[in-house]
Structures are given as C-alpha cells and as structure tokens.
C-alpha cells in the first residue's frame, strides 16, 4: 500500500472521523419514517433542528461495537462461498447493479432491459475470472416492476453457483421473499455466521433516512438472517461538500447513522460499509462518477471503514464514457486500480458504462481484461531462491538456446507472466487479417463463445421452490397476472 500514508494519512483520517462524529452530533439525521424515529430515540438519539435527531457520539460507538467483526456470505457451491472482515484483501469483485439499458458498446444507443438480457448478462459474468460475486446489473422491464428483484434473483439463481448478492429493493416485502429465495437456494439462514443474503440500503443524501427504506431496513433487520450494506451516494458540489475531505466525512456519517438504526433495530446484526461518492462536472452540476476522485475517495472510505473493524465494498471500474472507447478503458483500469490498492473486501463496478445508467455484454469482458491486469499489478512477485535461480540465469545467458531454452524461463512464463484474456498481443498483419476493428470485436467473440455453452442450471426442485415464491409475492401484492418464471427461464426459452 505505499503511497497511501500520503494521500490519506493516518491524521487526516482521524481529522474525518472527528468531523463526521460532530456532524451527526449538531445536525444528526432526517428520518421520515415513524419506526425509524422511534428506534433512534431508544438508542439514545435527541431532538435537533428541524425536526432531525442528534446522535451523540457514545451511540455511535455503542452501535459500531455491536457490529460483528467477521462473517461468510454462502454461495450454493461452498467453495465459492466470501469470508468477510475488515483485514486487507483478498478482494472480491462484483458488478454495478440496477442499470434500466442495455447499449451497442460501439454507438451507445440503447434499449430498456428484459429478462432475456438479464440472463445472458449473468451467463457471461458466471464466466469472468476476476468476478466473485454477481448482483441483477440490469432491472428488466418486461416483468412487473415489484417483482423485478424476485425475477432477477432467480435468473442468477439458474445461471451461476458463485455468491450472489442481494437485487435493489423499495419495499419490506421484497426483503422477505429474497430472504425467503437465498435460503432455499444455499441452505444458510445466518445461524453459525453464515448468511445466504446481503442487502443494500442507501441513506439519501445530505443526512436522511428515506421512508420506505427505512421501513424495509427495519423489518430486514427485525427478520435477521441478513446482512446489511449502507450504501450512500452523495456527490460532492450537489448534495455534499465540494471539497473532498468533506464529501467523505458527510459520507462517513451516513453510514454511521444507518449502523445506528441497524443495531438499535437488531444488535448484532452483520453490517459493513458501502461507500458511493462521486464527483460532478462544475460545469453542468452532472454526477461524474468515472473521474479519479471516485478512486480516491474510495481509498479513504476503506482506512475508514477498517478503522471501524468493517468491511468494505468501494466503488472500481467506472466511466462517463457513453461507448466503449479509451476513454471508458483508462477511468475503469485507473478506479479499478485505486479502488484495489487498499485492499478492499468488494469492489464494485463490472460492466459500468454512461455513469452507471447502462451497460453492455462486451463491457462485462473488458472489465474482466482490466481487472486481471490490475491484480497481477497489485500481486506481490517471487523473489525466493527459486524465482532467483543464478545458476539458471547463468545457464540462460551461456545456452545457445537463450533463455528460452531452460526449464526455469519456461515454468516462469507461465506462472509469472500476466496471460491476456482478450488483450491482443500479436502483429499489424494478423490483427488486419483477423478482422477486428478494435478489441470491442475480441471481447464480442468471447461473448458470442460463452452464450453458446451450457448454462449451469439448477436441481429442479430449487428451482420450483423459488418459482413458487414469485407465485407467492405476486399473489400477496395482488397481481392479477404475472410472466411465468417457469416459461421464461425453460431451456427452450433462453437457449
């Protein structure tokens, strides 16, 4: 981690933490949900101006106590199943999640998402080497928006055995049946420190605990059996300080005021940090997420959250680019590397296009190029008595062969050397014969090779299981009709 001291050092962190503490001790939160009120004040929160509720600083540190160290997030496979800490690394990747479009990489024209996008999304993140875990990264528009996470969950279900990640959700009930759907598909319900489930709930910024997530946060919390994300998304010029140290404390105390609701509802419950904080253009006032103060101010929220003994989930590869062009290649390599360099538990961010509001398959293998290039980079090399072999190096510079010609070059180019995924590594001649027009065309054909094999599929009684809980919520909001899951997931329907 070199040249992080610098950048944030330990003094102006403390400086952050302090600021933070005074912030929620002078203005604290809005909350516009009754419950929500009514659970701060029984932490030990007062009235303040305007209505809002002062957390004094000993809550905040009562709260932070209660929050477990450490857990595992289960995956249906066990293997793939993430311990959580605070400690540096390893870090887990995952995509951005929510966008309404799916976009021609080449053009940036776009279309709403459906459900058959969501599907071939999850096949082709499944397959990515640097993705961990997935999150629904579309919101489909040809299922009733209510159920749209229940939708999403189930297509990941079918499509991948790695971790998945809670959908977005507004609504308690949506909560439920997630929960509901996680269990049955990993058989963790929270007991032992194994969680099937995270859910993210994001403060509205500057300092307010919206109603419905609110009340969703509180019954998820009330239900146990999940762990919890607070998530955030201030940017800084508009609904946070411009300067930077600022944005970040303000950021910071939402996060600490969303652990205090969480642990006055439920102590103990699993908790870690979600830090968003984006930038905007001054001179349109537009969030600008793929500019470098995503990456660092990421950096300072992961020292704080581990100050905190919390995992951390920052933000990484991201754009503003609206195709997939340099632009798009430099923000996401240069945010996915400031966002790993203080070895977060999450980084977040695969498939980010057009500031988050679309994405594209094509994207999804970029990201997986950069990523894998950005962790070799942050990878420690071997200088042990083998990797520094003289009597080898002496061989190498003696053999008429080369280096070429000893075992040890040849047992190191394939552990040592960083292996392109897609990156072209050849001559002018063979790319122009190839075809390509650029290395969008190399990340299509590695899509196009995906979409073409098997699905991972899951056991059919799960799968009936989890069908039947759409039925379930469907009926209990009161839809007349609905998409059958059944259909629009059969083999027949999705290829």
Known sequence: MQ????????????????????????????????????????????????????????????ALAACPPRFTLAARDPERSLPVDCEPGPSFVHNMGG????????????????LRDQIEIARVMHHLKNQHTLTPLVQPGDVPDLLEPLYSYLVL?????????????????????????????????????????????????????????????????????????????????????????????QQNAEVLAGIVLVQAVARGTPVYYGPRLSAVDPRTGRVA??????????????????????????????????????????????NAYLGLLTRPRFLSGVGDIQAGVASSLEVLV????????????????????????????????????????????????????????????GGLEEWAASGRRSVVDAARERVDEVLAGERVGLADDTFAVLCGLIDEAAVEVGLAEWPDPRRMLSPSAVG
């Open 366 to 425: 970029l990201d997986d190029q950069i990523l894998n290039d950005a962790f070799y980079a942050l990878s420690q090399r071997p200088c042990d008595p083998d990797a520094l072999d003289v009597e080898a190096m002496v061989d190498g510079v003696l053999s008429s062969g080369g280096f070429l010609g000893t075992k040890h070059t040849r047992r190191y180019m394939r552990s040592d050397l960083c292996a392109p995924l897609i990156s072209y590594r």
């Open 157 to 249: 279900a079918v499509e991948t055995d790695k971790y998945l990640g809670g959908p977005g959700i507004s609504f308690p009930f949506q909560a439920r049946y997630l929960r509901r759907m996680a269990k049955a598909l990993t058989g963790a319900d929270g007991s032992d420190g194994l969680y099937p489930l995270d859910l993210a709930f994001s403060p509205v910024s500057p300092l307010q605990l919206g109603g419905e997530v609110s009340e969703a946060l509180i019954e998820t919390a009330r239900e146990g059996g999940v762990v919890i994300e607070i998530l955030p998304c201030p940017a800084a010029g508009t609904t946070a300080p411009a300067a930077l140290s600022a944005a970040v404390a």
């Open 289 to 334: 997420s793929g500019t470098p103060e995503t990456g660092v101010a990421s950096m300072a929220a992961v020292l704080l959250a581990r100050r905190y003994r919390l995992a951390c989930d920052c933000y990484g590869p991201t754009t503003d680019s609206k195709v997939a062009d340099a632009q798009l290649g430099w923000e996401h390599a240069f």
């Open 99 to 114: 966008a309404p479009d799916v976009i021609d990489p080449l053009t940036g024209r776009g279309r709403r998402a459906t």
């Open 3 to 62: 040249g992080i001291p610098d950048l944030w050092p330990e003094e102006g962190l403390e400086a952050i933490h302090e600021a933070s503490l005074r912030l929620l001790e002078r203005v604290g939160v809005r909350a516009d949900c009754a419950a929500a009120r009514g659970w701060l004040a029984a932490a030990g929160c007062t009235p303040g101006p305007q209505g809002r509720l002062l957390i004094p600083r000993a809550v905040v540190e009562a």
